[in-house]
């Protein structure tokens, strides 16, 4: 049996109820056959086995109080993946459905995906299976609060520096840095993704919806294509969602899409600016609902469904699609009817969006797929100049992060495109960030020898 399949089953036989993580491990150590001949170094050191198993991961419990004086109690994860080639690095995400298998599908991905970006991070991640929902900003406060009293044990600048994801934004990393803050008695960066007042970057709102179109951008371009004019089907309501929309609008396409777990809204006339301010003080602010913006707006809504399904049942022409909601929210049937309705390409701001199923179809048509760990990289590349910025106390412009953002983009889109064609896949954009993120932390856990 290959290395490769070894390691598959494996990780499959160990862990046998973690079906995100094996699917993770599976699209990864699938395209790193092509690594196995060409480094026979890599295959005598065990890196393959190494990179599977996280280096520490860590459960535990979050005791809190809510409004009506009731303990309530939720399970906090920190899985801290790899540091081979920097500090522990990767985001908090608060949902109900978090559980190990996600977060170390997370973690995992990390590790590739914070290697791509150029900067000096491993890779990470953790959360939580609370659900901010519905909750009083003083719950969130208290719920924050708990988890980092545990949580500060394990992480720290030079050591592991989590930021958000889903379910955690810039009301949540306040409340955690406070806490963090108040009892390390230090100011330092800690985590990413902070308020400007407080040690946080320009840009890293944006960057990870920003970075997603700049990257559909460049894959658009290898084909003389761009967004102008372009029908562009947005997926999530979000913090990556509603950058990528801002962006999509800068770049002279029209957004027609956006959902929450709860409906999708299809918007013809396309999500202008006015429309995307509206929209982010929905969901920022008054935290609301997607059919909100459609109420107001006098647009269709689609109750309980996702916006992928709505694109096959409705058969609605889309152009470029960027899901920014959550893992498998595409599958099989809904690729083919993208793929029927015309689009061209696929760029993903959430991270594994896609099912393996529908992976498949968009390379057996040729589609522009960029898959999450090389597309939505903006987001933790930006972090990366926070924490650049942090340890050297200056702040930068606008300008001068955006520039820095949209020149990593294009770098992480190069070297996809190159590693794909040094190891035999030209074009193949999930095997290119595959190879790329992992031959460089290979070789750095080559030379620290058996550790
Ligand atoms: P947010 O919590 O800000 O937004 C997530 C959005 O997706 C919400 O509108 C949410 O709906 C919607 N959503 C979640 N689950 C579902 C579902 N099952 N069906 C339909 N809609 C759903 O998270 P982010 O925007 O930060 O993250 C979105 C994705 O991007 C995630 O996959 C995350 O891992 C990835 N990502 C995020 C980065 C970041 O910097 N924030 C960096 C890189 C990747 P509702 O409002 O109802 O909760």
Redesign the pocket.
Known sequence: MSVINSVIDKVERMDPDQHEFHQAVTEVMETLEATVQRHPEFVKAGIYEQIVEPERSVTFRVPWVDDKQRVQVNRGFRVQFNNAIGPFKG?L?FHPSVNLSIIKF?GFEQIFKNSLTTLPMGGAKGGSDFDP?GKTDGEIMRFCQAFMRELFRYIGPETDVPA????V?AREIGFMYGYYKKIRNEHTGVLTGKGLEYGGSLIRPEA?GYGTVYFAAEMLATRGMDLKDKRVAV???????QFAIEKVNQMGGRVISI????ATVIDEQGIDNDKCCYLQEL?NVRRGRVSEYSDKYQTVCFEDK?VWDVIREQGIKVDIALP????N?IDEANAEALVKNGCVCVAE???M?SSPEAVHVFHNNKILYGP?KAA?AG??ATSGLEMSQNSSKLSWSREKVDKRLLKIMKGIHKSCLEAAEAYGMPGDYVAGANIAGFVKVARAMLAYGVL
């Open positions: 985001g995400r997370l929902k958000g994801d889903i379910g934004g990870t997926s999530g309501a979000g913090n990556v969602a959902c929450d777990s709860s969901k996702n920014c909601a959550t893992q929210e701001g959430a991270n969006p999450g939505n987001g933790v």
